[in-house]
Structure formats: structure tokens, C-alpha cells
């Protein structure tokens, strides 16, 4: 008996979403792989036909600052030197580098004995010479107003005798020596009366001695005045309120007129000392405002204005030297400190305004944007207006809406480009 097989059919297999998972974990790498590739491959040639995604700048309206830049530093308008009048030696410096000083208020303190001495003596020639004068008053002219009038007296008694003998000699009684001696007494009474008004004379106002006293003691005076004066100056003083910003002295140092030991800065108005391009010669002037700020405090606007402009030019530095005064000026300004300024030379309203980075060649004759034609970077010649820090004024070749792109994008004219706002 012969015995067949029986071949069965085969179920179909069904594909479930477990296999299917299963599946893509066995080839997860590899599917992964090929993804990426085609998904490089879109996005290249997306870019090969379109180009690359570039942040592009737009022309705008608005308002359009132009400030010409500067630095420089803090200085007052002028500054005292402070020095001695007198060769002495320092007995005391009374102050420090950097302090606000009052006018009047002691600095330096030299020593003084022999200056003293000398007043004492000038003082006393003074209280001489006032003495002489109070004796010509009290003594001298009263006694020479009684020796005046005894004179008179005597004169006058002389004068009575002489007339008398006179009139006895004419009638024979008197004999003529008897006269003789009475016209000699007469004329030493009359020389005693002009002595005594000369001795009243001078004993007066107006007199010789009293004249002679009176220069005695305004001498004296002005000697004493010099001594008090030379006396002063052993104490220096500040000549009006300031900052002390230099200070070349100390305690034992031997000093002489004409040499500075302290340099006052005086208080009030601050100028700034700018030094500016000379290009930008033409776009200042005096009177125009400005907005500086410290170097340590940039945040700290303080506004200023244009004061002078130098005349010459640094041909060194191709700069001009300008000077702004700070009315105002704030408490944390110092001498020499460094300043930034901004000064406003233009503005204008409703201006068409670019980013000065989308412009090429800005400072040349012939300034260009790179712009976008047809999605390709095309060049564009443009002219230019005002200069803002970060922006410029377009006055041809683009208008408003049109962009540009920034040199720093690297594209090349010609290039295909997609431009992206920002």
C-alpha cells in the first residue's frame, strides 16, 4: 500500500504594526542614515536654487541723528599755581593732594619768629613816632604858646619903658644912655616874641616839627604794614575755593619766591578738552550742544557746549583741539579724568535711514549697498546724507522698504539669495 503525503498550503503572513517596529529597531541606524542623507540632499538643493537664508536690513523712515565722536579728558578753565612770596622754611603743610579747599583757608605754614620780631620792632617805631606827635600837641606847642604870650608881655612892658624914657630924654630928665639901654631892651623883647611865634609855628599843624613828627610816623606805619604783611605770608592761603591737584612740598623744605608747591584747581565751570578730526572741521561750531559721559561712569550723561575751536590745525594728529564747558558739572567729574562726547552737528526728521553696516565704502566718493534682484545680490550705487552712529541717511538709489545686506553676510554680487527680515 502506498502511502502519499499531502502537502498542506501555507497561511499568509500578515504584517502588524509590532513587526513593523520591531523591524526598524533591527535597522534603526541605517534608517536614520539614509533620512539624514536625503533630507541633506532637499535642504542643499532647496539652497543650490534658492540660495541662503540672509538676514537683510530695511530703509526705514525716521529720525536721523548726526553726532561727530571724541574723546578726550576733564580740566578746569585755568589753574593757580601756588608758591611763596617770602624765602622761608615749612613748618607745616596743613593740607592734602586731591582736597576742596575754601578761599582764605590756611595751606602751608612757614616759620615766623624773625618775621615776628621784626613787627614787634615796627610796632614799637609806630608808638614812638605817635609819642613824638602827642608831645608836640601836649607839651612842646602849649609851652611855646606861654612862652608866646610872656614874650608879648614883655614886649609890651619893654615898649611902655622905651616910651617913657623917649619922653623923659626929649624934656632933659633922661640922660641918652638911659634911652640907649631902654631901645635895647625894647629890641630883645621884640626878638624874643619872634622867636617865641617861630617855636609856636613849628610846634603846630603844618609846622616843620610837627611835619618832621608826622613823617616819622607814617613811616613807621608802612614799616609796620611791610612786617605785618611779610608776616602774613608765612601762612599761604588758598586764593578761592578749589581742588588741590598738585602738591611739590614738604615739612623742613626750604622755599623761595617764584616756585609752585601747590596747583589749585579753581571750583565753578569744568571744560572738556577734545581733540577732533580734522574732516569733521566743517560740522562744528560754536554754541552747539553736546552729551559727554566719564569713561568710569559711561552711563552718566552730562551735557555741554561747544566753547572755542582752535584756530590751527595739529598737523601731527591731522586734529583739531576743542573745548566745551560744563556749566553743571557733576560731583564725580575729576581733573584729567577721560570723557567720551557726542556733539550734534545735524538731525532731520522723516529721513530715510539704513544700518551703516549694509554700506559699502561710506567714506569714499562713491558709496554702493549690496541689494536684492531677481533673488540674486545685486550691487546698487546709492548716495548718502547724514551720518548717525549706527545708521545713515539714503538720499538716492534705494527707497523706502528696499533692503540691503550686511557686508559681514559674505555674499557675493550675483550670489542667489533668500532674504530674511528681522
Not at 612892658?157 to 638911659?178: I, P, V
Request: glycine fraction near 8%; proline fraction near 5%; hydrophobic fraction near 40%.
Amino acid at each position: 500500500m502506498v502511502e502519499q503525503a499531502v502537502v498542506l498550503p501555507q497561511p499568509r503572513r500578515r504584517f502588524s504594526v509590532a513587526s513593523l517596529w520591531s523591524g526598524f529597531l533591527s535597522h534603526k541606524w541605517f534608517i536614520l542614515a539614509v533620512t539624514g542623507l536625503l533630507g541633506f540632499g532637499i535642504w542643499q538643493g532647496v539652497r543650490v536654487l534658492l540660495g541662503p537664508a540672509i538676514v537683510v536690513d530695511q530703509v526705514k523712515l525716521g529720525r536721523l541723528i548726526e553726532t561727530v565722536v571724541a574723546s578726550g579728558h576733564v580740566e578746569t578753565p585755568y589753574r593757580v599755581e601756588i608758591g611763596s612770596q617770602i624765602t622761608g622754611t615749612v613748618e607745616d603743610v596743613l593740607v592734602q593732594q586731591g582736597e576742596k579747599v575754601r578761599n582764605g583757608q590756611p595751606l602751608i605754614s612757614l616759620e615766623s619768629r624773625e618775621l615776628r620780631a621784626t613787627m614787634v620792632q615796627a610796632q614799637g617805631a609806630v608808638a614812638q613816632a605817635e609819642a613824638r606827635i602827642r608831645q608836640l600837641d601836649e607839651l612842646t606847642l602849649p609851652s611855646a604858646r606861654a612862652a608866646l604870650t610872656q614874650a608879648e608881655a614883655t614886649l609890651l612892658n619893654a615898649q611902655q619903658s622905651y616910651d617913657r624914657t623917649a619922653q623923659l630924654e626929649r624934656n632933659g630928665y633922661a640922660t641918652r644912655a638911659s634911652l640907649d639901654d631902654a631901645q635895647k631892651t625894647l629890641d630883645v623883647a621884640r626878638a624874643v616874641k619872634r622867636a617865641a611865634e617861630f617855636q609856636v609855628y613849628t610846634a603846630s599843624p603844618g609846622g616843620s616839627d610837627y611835619v618832621m613828627a608826622q613823617t616819622q610816623a607814617n613811616q613807621a606805619r608802612a614799616n609796620l604794614d611791610t612786617a605785618e604783611s611779610r608776616l602774613g605770608y608765612a601762612t599761604i592761603t588758598a586764593p578761592r575755593d578749589g581742588v588741590l591737584i598738585s602738591r611739590s612740598v614738604e615739612r623742613g623744605t626750604v622755599v623761595q619766591p617764584g616756585k609752585a608747591l601747590l596747583v589749585l584747581a579753581p571750583a565753578g565751570e569744568l571744560q572738556l578738552v577734545l581733540q577732533i578730526d580734522e574732516r569733521n572741521l566743517g560740522k562744528i561750531s560754536l554754541g552747539q550742544k553736546a552729551l559727554a559721559s566719564a569713561d568710569a561712569y559711561p552711563d552718566r550723561l552730562f551735557p555741554a557746549t561747544i566753547t572755542y575751536i582752535n584756530p590751527g590745525i595739529d598737523i601731527s594728529r591731522a586734529s583739531v583741539e576743542v573745548k566745551l564747558t560744563v556749566a553743571d558739572p557733576p560731583d564725580y567729574l575729576r581733573q584729567d579724568m577721560t570723557v567720551s562726547v557726542d556733539v550734534e552737528v545735524a538731525a532731520r526728521d522723516n529721513a530715510l535711514t539704513l544700518p551703516l553696516r549694509s554700506v559699502h565704502d561710506v567714506l569714499s566718493g562713491n558709496p554702493w549697498v549690496l541689494g536684492i534682484k531677481d533673488g540674486r545680490a545685486a550691487r546698487r550705487a546709492v548716495t548718502i546724507g547724514l551720518h548717525g552712529n549706527s545708521q545713515v541717511e539714503i538720499t538716492g538709489g534705494l527707497a523706502a522698504g528696499d533692503v540691503a545686506i550686511p557686508q559681514s553676510s559674505g555674499i557675493l554680487t550675483g550670489q542667489r539669495v533668500r532674504p530674511v527680515l528681522q
